[in-house]
């Protein structure tokens, strides 16, 4: 009798035993979730895009604002942007002389502004001339070919004429004999739509400024 007890005693046991376990596999109710540490909320959808104001083709894309011209008095219509915070030099005071370095023209890659490594001797033959004629200055004109809009072109003829007097600062000319100015596409050195005219227009050109004291 006590060995039936005992087994219906067990059994009683074991039975209360598998109902709480199955009890615990229900989803709890009205329990707030742990804290997992960062949020799983979606990323905002207006985020500030990646500036892009100019494609892969070197154009300027919407509200991109390109170069203001300003006339210097060297160039017509004021097509040209000339800034003259970079120096004290006004091109417009200074008798021109365009045949001194024609052979130094600095020419470029389309959609590029850097100085290759090409021209090291037209640049040091330049600063040679400009460091030994100190009341001499000198007139960086950045070129550019027609494919782009006319605002980005703008720019670019500047960016390439900075790269250049930059090159010409390292070498110890004195930044009171540089200016710089831009044409961008207005002023081709050859015209055509072949990519011969475009590498001829894609350039910076040399116009020395010469002192007070020149005749010519």
Do not use: W
């Not at 067990?10 to 989803?27: E, P, Q, R």
């Not at 006339?71 to 030099?89: E, Y």
């Not at 004109?141 to 670019?156: I, K, M, S």
């Not at 005219?197 to 400024?209: G, H, P, S």
């Amino acid at each position: 009798m006590k060995s039936l007890l005992t087994r219906a005693g067990l059994f009683v046991v074991t039975a209360v035993l598998l109902s709480g376990a199955v009890g615990c596999s229900k989803k709890p109710k009205n329990l707030t979730p742990l804290p997992t540490g960062r949020s799983a909320a979606p990323a905002p959808t207006d985020t500030v895009p990646i500036d892009r104001t100019t494609s892969g083709t070197g154009r300027l894309g919407a509200g991109g604002s390109g170069v203001t011209p300003t006339d210097f008095g060297g160039a017509k219509g004021g097509d040209a942007s000339f800034d003259p915070t970079l120096s004290n030099l006004n091109p417009a005071d200074k008798k021109q002389d365009r045949t001194r370095f024609a052979s130094d023209t600095i020419y470029f890659d389309f959609d590029k502004s850097n100085v290759k490594a090409q021209y090291a001797s037209n640049l040091s033959a330049v600063a040679d001339y400009l460091k030994g004629h100190p009341t001499e200055s000198l007139l960086i004109e950045g070129n550019c070919d027609e494919r782009g809009t006319p605002e980005y072109n703008r720019a670019l003829g500047e960016r390439r004429a900075l790269a250049v007097r930059e090159k010409l600062l390292a070498l110890g000319v004195n930044t009171d004999q540089l200016a710089t100015v831009s044409f961008g596409e207005e002023k081709p050195a050859e015209l055509g739509t072949t990519e011969a005219a475009y590498a001829k227009n894609r350039r910076a050109e040399f116009v020395l400024l010469l002192g007070p004291e020149a005749s010519r």
